[in-house]
């Protein structure tokens, strides 16, 4: 084989040569020569700049404001991008020391060379205008915008809840949070953190080495804006809510206030409450444990989650359940000779007027008549078995809301409770168990227990004269039909002619004549129903109970009154009732003397709750 | 022949151990231009640096698949291999994945393959066979039509993918046809004219200049095949075109710089022309008027481009030259591209420091442009070992090429280096703003399995041959 064109081989070759030495002799001006590349390179440095959207405002039913957005400023670091900088002149700027920066830069480092860490949480907006003008001196560093939840009145704590930044577990299990993100724990916050949360964007842009932000990287088209979360209105009423937590104050319990017609939440106080700013913050970690280790539990909300005896104010229930079951009628009387016995059981009532009929025993609060009547109910031979009756009975008394959880708009709702006959079955064995063993239901005592919004709905329930709205706290959500099935009734299982014999006795109780338990709470022209009662509590003194609504035709709040330890219903629990009552139907208070005892009241310090209890004894008729 | 040949024992050593050594660079530039916190292991399969770990495990089991194969096989099949290619091309058209507006890849599960990488290998082979025939005179017209049809009938169908840079491939084939006997015109024209259509929409005019003066070189060393005189008159050239710029510079600084230069060029021709008539040298005049021609053509194209051409024409070569995936205006890509490579100085900023590669500045930068993340952490000297590499690889392949007994395989190697070269070209010179943005993979270095298999499977063809050169009578 004959090859004349052999010697191309080196004409290829230089070709091949030839453009690679072109290339080495370009690269040389590109990589040694040229400084441009280098100084292009150095102002093309990225920042990634998260935009927090803001969370919803939540405003009361009135449009007031109860919590807004305060900016707060995050110093951050990217440790890749960071230079020789003067490390004492920081310090001082952000009053931190060294050993606190060596510790931070080291931790970003460690979490990641290109991302950015947060530095330093939350400096004041005065640091924040010294550091802004310096911040060229600092490259790698940059302010990163976020805002703090902030309450103007400092009310409705365990209402509203707060936001913390998510945890490792919650970052795992739900979508869309990162690293350093907010989300809503308790409250209102928690329940309706979807709408509140907004959604969060980026801002990606180029930064020279004098740290100053050239523009937005490729004009924007990696940029996400931001979206403000949702605005929410509560059906709280502040100037309530504020009234009923300076009630409370020095005082353990809770105050529910419920519109009847709707079911809207108008104030849920918990007491002990706590300012909701101190859990705002770099402060929050460290107030929310003292808050935690103080032993009157501020952070417990006790509206939803405490578990009392009903007391007497459940003889209403009673009341009503025994008419409708025929058991008695309004016209049934029973003597009353200053107590119930049976065999060795006794239970005391006081002197009244006797015999009694419905309104009469609930206006006195007979203990004799209910334990007649519920003995009767239990034990009447249509059902059977003392079994079967108490199972009537007791889905009655769930038919008001009681004993499951009312599924209201709050996490961490508590079910109450009230016994299913196998409760019995197992304590007593099966059909082993009469009557008489739980008779103390009959007044509200034993084994049945509820929280004050149970309270709260079971008089609205009553207000309504048969059924009750699911409680709840929000109103409104913008852009969002906020149809969570709370504008449907639920009955009760009680007719509805059998409520006016009961409210008349609620009426007669706080407007009687004579022998009215809450005759305190009376005032003039707004018709309050209502019902005294005390929760006997086997750790200390008696829990002052009240329930009410007002006015009596077209009630417009009921309300639920649990003061822990305060003794009598009528002591405590019937003034505030009736003060709150009056400030929302009237919008003012005429009993300056009733408002200064109950704000003077202490039951947190011991010595003066004690005078102050000697005081109430004398004071009014004992349940 | 039944002399059984230890295949393993004559392997060319040396070409396998650059290969491997570039696999390496590859894997490694693809884990620091994707580096990502959250996978810091390299063996990470979620990630590419991972996955092109793979690729390769499966490239150096394609390899030793190929060496272990006959080679009669490549030999004797080569007309059928062509033809199942171009019914894969064709099929490709029809059921192909479609990516970015073409459709180029067949899915099979997680792996994708390019039938046009495979093109270039099965052209190379039917290439090689048909040049290799006996008494084959190649400029006739019959073989030139032939041969033609060979190269462009894959070219055509890839066009229609489209794959505008996988079709330039296969121009690097008249290379071939060069070394093998094909007038020196022929491939002299098509570099110049095809670059110039290119290079006159893209570069400045002083790289235009100095383009112009490389050709000159390259054309009178052709053609004369005397580098002296060719260098006499380059120097004198440049030097008149100096002259007449620096004058422009005193007397009239604000001159459009076109004017200056085609005022400088036309001087410095005419000084040349005239001493070329002077010394009877009409090649020397004959490449004046060359260099005037093409200055004349250069500067046409711009102003049919400008002028002449409708908007979605423009936007048309706009595409083709890949300046349309190019969302801040014409320059962005390269722009990045050049600041990355640019800072990373002499020495680089070490290896995983990039920060343009790392921050997503350079586009594609795991693929087709590889080379930023190199130049950037390696710098200057990291950038021009990797060249050197390739410049060593392709001469030592010469060396295979040429040192064959067989036609057939010396025909395939220039093959393979003609497209090795046209890839390492392409791919370094648009990462460094001489070329135009054509989306093909640096060799052996870019993330990919499909297009690091094909240039494995041909690379170890040609082992395959030279190991076995003996075989073949004299
Ligand atoms: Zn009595």
């Known amino acids: 084989m004959k090859d004349h064109y052999s010697d191309r081989k080196y004409i290829i070759g230089a070709m091949i040569v030839l453009p690679v030495l072109f290339f080495i002799v370009r690269l040389f001006i590109l990589q040694v020569i040229d400084p441009s590349y280098k100084l292009s390179a150095s102002s093309n440095v990225l920042r990634n700049v998260t935009q927090y959207a803001a969370r919803g405002l939540i405003y009361d039913r009135n449009g007031e404001l109860l919590v807004y957005n305060q900016p707060v400023y995050d110093l951050m670091v990217v440790p890749g991008q960071l230079a020789e900088f003067d490390t004492v002149e920081l310090c001082q700027i952000l009053e931190i020391d060294r050993e606190y920066l060596d510790q931070e830069i080291s931790k970003a480092r460690a979490y990641s060379m290109f991302r950015s860490s947060v530095f330093l949480k939350q400096i004041s907006s005065r640091t924040y205008a010294v550091l802004q003008e310096k911040l060229y001196k600092f490259p790698g560093f940059y302010v990163q915008l976020r805002t703090l939840r902030s309450y103007p009145n400092d009310i409705a704590a365990h209402i509203l809840g707060y936001v913390g930044e998510v945890d490792g577990r919650i970052i795992d299990e739900k979508q869309g949070y990162a690293m350093g993100d907010y989300i809503g724990i308790t409250g209102i916050e928690a329940t309706y953190e979807e709408e509140l949360k907004g959604e969060k964007g980026k801002n990606v842009f180029l930064v020279d080495v004098h740290n100053r932000i050239m523009g937005s990287y490729q004009e924007g088209r990696y940029n996400i804006p931001a979206v403000v979360g949702n605005d929410i209105t509560l059906s709280i009423d502040a100037v309530i809510q504020k009234y009923g937590e300076k009630l409370m104050q020095n005082k353990i319990g809770s105050i529910v206030a419920v519109e009847p017609s709707t079911g809207e939440i108008l104030a849920l106080v918990s007491a002990p409450a706590y300012n909701p700013e101190l859990l705002v913050g770099r402060v929050r970690t460290l107030n929310f444990r003292q808050l935690a280790a103080d032993t009157l539990k501020p952070l417990f909300n006790r509206a939803l989650m405490a578990h009392y005896p009903a007391g007497s104010a459940f003889k209403v229930v009673n009341g009503l359940i025994a008419m409708q079951e025929g058991i008695v009628n309004e016209h049934t009387r029973h003597t009353c000779p200053g107590h119930y016995t049976v065999g060795r059981l006794t239970v005391r009532c006081r002197y009244h007027t006797t015999p009694v009929a419905m309104p009469e025993a609930i206006q006195v609060s007979c203990n004799t008549y209910f334990c007649h009547i519920f003995r009767d109910l239990l034990d009447h031979p249509k059902y059977g078995s003392v079994t079967n009756g108490y199972n009537v009975w007791a889905d009655h008394v769930r038919s008001f809301g009681l004993g499951e959880r009312l599924e209201a708009d709050f996490p961490n709702e508590l079910r109450g409770f009230v016994p299913p006959s196998t409760y019995y079955d197992r304590f007593y064995g099966e059909n082993r168990w009469r009557s008489l063993q739980l008779v103390s239901m009959a007044i509200g005592q034993g084994e049945l227990s509820v929280t004050p919004i149970q309270m709260a709905n079971m008089t609205a329930a009553i207000a309504n004269r048969g059924y009750y709205y699911t409680p709840h706290i929000v109103r409104n959500i913008e852009n969002s039909d906020n149809d969570r099935a709370f504008r449907e009734e639920n009955f009760t299982s009680i007719d509805s002619v059998w409520f006016e014999p009961v409210i008349d006795g609620m009426h007669r109780a706080v407007n009687g004549p004579d022998g009215g338990t809450a005759r305190i709470a009376q005032v003039q022209g707004l018709d309050i129903c209502g019902k005294t009662g005390t929760a006997e509590n086997p750790h200390g003194d008696d829990h002052s109970v009240f329930i009410a609504f007002a006015p009596k035709d077209n009630p417009q709040i009921a309300i639920s009154v649990y003061v822990e330890n305060a003794g009598f219903g009528s002591a405590m629990a019937a003034p505030i009732a009736s003060l709150i009552i009056e400030k929302y139907l009237t919008g003012e208070v005429t009993r300056k003397w009733l408002e200064d005892r109950i704000l003077s009241a202490d039951f947190i310090n011991r010595e003066v709750a004690s005078t102050s209890r000697q005081e109430n004894l004398s004071d009014e008729q004992e349940d | ?474």
């Open chain 2, 1 to 474: 022949m039944s002399r059984k040949i230890n295949i393993w024992a004559n392997l060319d050593w040396m070409t396998v151990l650059v290969y491997l050594v570039m696999l390496f660079i590859g894997w490694i530039s693809i884990y620091s231009a994707v580096y990502d916190e959250e996978h810091q292991s390299i063996f990470d399969t979620t990630q590419r640096y991972g996955k092109q770990l793979i690729w390769i495990i499966a490239a150096i089991v394609i390899a030793a698949a190929v060496l272990l194969t006959d080679n009669k096989l490549f030999l004797f099949f080569s007309y059928f291999f062509y033809a199942i290619t171009i019914l894969l091309l064709i099929a490709v058209l029809f059921f192909g994945t479609e990516v970015n507006a073409s459709k180029s890849w067949f899915q099979f599960g997680g792996i994708q393959i390019q039938p046009a990488e495979f093109a270039k290998l099965a052209t190379a082979l039917a290439l090689a066979q048909f040049l290799s025939t006996t008494k084959l005179k190649i400029h006739d017209s019959r073989a030139l039509l032939t041969m033609g049809s060979i190269i462009f009938l894959p070219v055509l169908l890839i066009l229609l993918q489209p794959d505008v840079g996988s079709s330039l491939v296969f121009f690097a084939f008249i290379l071939v046809l060069y070394r093998e006997g094909l007038t020196g015109w022929v491939l002299f024209f098509f570099i110049l004219f095809g670059f110039l259509s290119v290079l006159a929409l893209l570069l400045n005019e002083v790289n235009m200049v100095a383009l112009l003066v490389i050709s000159a070189l390259s054309a009178y060393m052709i053609i004369g095949r005397n580098m002296k005189t060719a260098a006499k008159a380059v120097l004198i050239f440049a030097l008149i075109c100096l002259a007449v710029m620096g004058i422009f510079q005193l007397a009239a600084p604000g001159t459009m710089l076109v004017v200056k230069l085609i005022t400088a060029s036309v001087a410095g021709s005419l000084v040349l022309m005239g001493l070329a008539f002077r010394n009877k040298r009409n090649k020397a005049s004959l490449l004046l008027g060359l260099l005037i021609a093409a200055l004349l053509y250069t500067y046409s194209v711009d102003y049919v481009f400008d002028n002449v051409l409708m908007p979605h024409q423009r936007s048309r070569i706009n595409i083709v030259l890949g300046f349309d995936d190019d969302p801040l205006g014409q320059s962005y890509n390269i722009n990045q591209s050049k600041i990355a490579i640019g800072s990373g100085g002499l020495t680089g900023k070490g290896f995983l420091q990039g920060t343009q590669t790392k921050f997503n500045f350079v586009p594609e930068q795991s693929t087709d442009f590889i080379f930023c993340t190199i130049g950037e952490e390696f710098g200057f000297a990291g950038s021009t070992m990797l060249i050197g590499l390739f410049v060593f690889l392709l001469l030592r392949l010469i060396y295979l090429a040429e040192r064959q007994r067989s036609q057939f395989a010396r025909i395939y190697g220039y093959s393979i280096i003609s497209i090795l070269f046209t890839h390492f070209v392409i791919n370094i010179g648009m990462t460094i703003g001489i070329v135009p943005v054509i989306g093909i993979p640096l060799p052996f270095i870019s993330y990919g399995g499909s297009s690091m298999w094909a240039f494995t499977v041909m690379l170890f063809i040609l082992l395959r041959f030279d190991a076995v050169r003996m075989e073949f009578l004299r």
